[in-house]
């Protein structure tokens, strides 16, 4: 059986791993941007022209580079400009995330676990079917992930 995936699972949060890749992608040259939308791409055979817009001053402007890295999710806008075709089905539902600090070493010191999940059936408005969790050991900051099987946006 093939391995689902061409390196080992590492388990740790968005706002811990990004950091990480910023400061790597910058140490190695890249111009990275937030609060940058991307509008769109022109490929020739000696790199790309993209279309951005800088969300704080409202400035549409073109960046000349290489290549561009489309790390914009599973809804990717830079997949869609350059026809990659991404599988599965979109909207199916809806997630809030959260982030708390909270000590619950009381409540998962003991479990091997690093996702906890809470099930509340009872609850059928929205947000009500789940709730998910994890944390690095020996620290107190916590993402959660509320979901709803419905596709309305939350």
Request: glycine share 10%.
């Amino acid at each position: 059986m093939r391995p689902p995936a061409p390196a080992p699972a590492c388990d740790i949060p968005q706002d811990r791993l990004e950091p990480i890749l910023v400061g790597e992608a910058a140490r190695r040259g890249a111009h990275v941007r937030f609060e940058t939308k991307f509008l769109s791409l022109t490929q020739d055979d000696e790199g790309v022209d993209v279309q951005v817009e800088d969300q704080r001053r409202s400035q549409v402007f073109t960046i000349r580079a290489r290549y561009v890295v489309g790390a914009d999710g599973g809804q990717s806008r830079v997949a869609e400009a350059v026809g990659l075709p991404l599988r599965g089905e979109s909207g199916v539902g809806s997630a809030m995330n959260v982030r708390f600090t909270a000590d619950l070493s009381p409540y998962v010191a003991h479990r091997p676990g690093s996702l906890f999940e809470v099930i509340q059936p009872e609850r059928e408005e929205q947000l009500g079917t789940g709730c998910c969790g994890w944390c690095a050991r020996g620290t107190t900051g916590w993402p959660a992930s509320c979901t709803s099987a419905s596709a309305t946006r939350v």
